[in-house]
């Protein structure tokens, strides 16, 4: 193998072994170890991880919520659940898909952007931890008008 060649590839071979080497082994840096060994390991694979260690995963990074925000669930259209009196057809007993209890005259509901409608209370919690409709996944997308 021509010297290029073999410079190469034990440089490569260096920075492998440097880059696989974490945080912990490196000696003298056992204090703060929490705080930098997320940073110094970059084959860090959650499917070979205890739940343990997933926890302190989370802690380190941080979460991010995935849900919308009162002011924005607050923008979202409602109204009040009407049945009709003199309606012909038979109530099929619509249902609110989160609680999964049937409507009452007067409940307050919510509509989405995609139409679907839910109790107001339901579809705000429901919201506030994740932004697609339970029905059809549809990210809820709110416009808000600019002044």
């Known amino acids: ?27 003298g840096n056992q204090q703060n170890t929490r705080e930098y060994e997320v940073v110094w390991q970059d084959s860090i694979d959650p499917d070979n991880m205890t739940y343990e260690e997933l926890l302190e995963l989370g802690e380190a990074v941080g979460t991010q919520s995935k849900g919308l925000s009162e002011d924005l669930i607050a923008l979202l259209p409602t109204s009040k659940f009407k049945r009709g009196l003199f309606s012909k057809k038979k109530f099929k007993g619509e249902r609110c898909v989160v609680c999964q ?14 139409k679907h409608v839910y109790h107001t209370d339901c579809g705000s919690r429901w919201l ?4 697609a409709c339970p029905i059809c996944f549809k990210e809820v997308d709110i416009n808000v008008p600019k002044h």
């Open 1 to 27: 193998m021509p010297a290029v060649d073999q410079a190469t590839a034990a440089h490569v071979h260096e920075e492998e072994n440097l880059s696989s080497t974490s945080f912990l082994e490196c000696p």
């Open 101 to 114: 209890m049937e409507y009452k005259r007067g409940d307050r509901q919510m509509t989405l952007p995609c």
């Open 128 to 131: 506030s931890i994740n932004k």
